[in-house]
């Protein structure tokens, strides 16, 4: 066999590993699901629905307690119990986010993702540990923990983490709204590096389930 040929040969199973890779990689993050066999559409975290406003409650917890990685960070349902994996929701509804933040702060690696984007009136309701209610457009970078971000949709939003000096039951609570687009599929995630590997993306960052999932829009 010439040179020339075994090159070819080479390269071509080199692109293959690379595509083949990529598939498994783009499916271990967008459809592999963190408990059971398959996802399920679960209600445990839409608190009211009517045909144009949805009220959805989640819970960032450090370490969510149950199912393959119990140890890992992740979004939950109010009873700490379900993973959030896939959200049903109406087309061209307002959807009310609720979320309870138990994590501590860390300052976002990209300052951009601490503005509020995409929402209702450009803000969120902010309301620390024992603390009252602020409108936030722009959250300070030392209070920062998360975000909750829907990039189809050009929603991103930052989670205030919980003070160093607060109880371990303590939370923030982050309440905002946005509408849904017509039907269709898209993902939402924290967009801020807090697994581990390489750069912080390993881990919870990328297996759907903990801190991402699907809106299922219909």
Not at 56 to 83: C, E
Not at 154 to 168: F, I, K, N
Not at 185 to 208: A, D, S
Request: net charge positive; charged share 10%.
């Amino acid at each position: 066999m010439n040179t020339s040929r075994r090159r070819a040969i080479f390269t071509a199973a080199g692109v293959l590993a690379v595509l083949t890779a990529t598939a498994l990689y783009v499916w271990g993050i967008m459809y592999k699901p963190a408990y059971g066999s398959s996802p399920v559409v679960n209600p445990w975290a839409v608190v009211s629905s009517t045909p144009n406003h949805v009220t959805v409650r989640l819970d960032i917890l450090p370490a969510i307690g149950y199912g393959q990685h119990s140890d890992w960070i992740g979004y939950t349902a109010p009873d700490h119990q379900h993973s959030p994996n896939i959200l049903k929701l109406p087309a061209h509804a307002l959807v009310t986010m609720e979320i309870h933040n138990y994590d501590s702060r860390t300052d976002l690696r990209n300052h951009f993702f601490t503005l509020v984007q995409g929402v209702v009136g450009g803000s969120e309701q902010v309301t620390p540990y024992k603390g009252t209610p602020t409108t936030v457009k722009v959250m300070n970078p030392n209070l920062t923990s998360h975000t909750f971000t829907i990039p189809d949709l050009g929603v991103s939003v930052p989670m205030e983490g919980v003070g160093d000096t607060a109880p371990a039951t303590a939370y923030v609570t982050m309440k905002f709204t946005f509408r849904t687009p017509g039907p269709g599929k898209y993902r939402w995630q924290c967009i801020v590096p807090c697994g581990f590997g390489l750069y912080g993306f390993g881990g919870p960052m990328q297996t759907f389930g903990y801190m991402d999932g699907l809106l299922v829009v219909h």
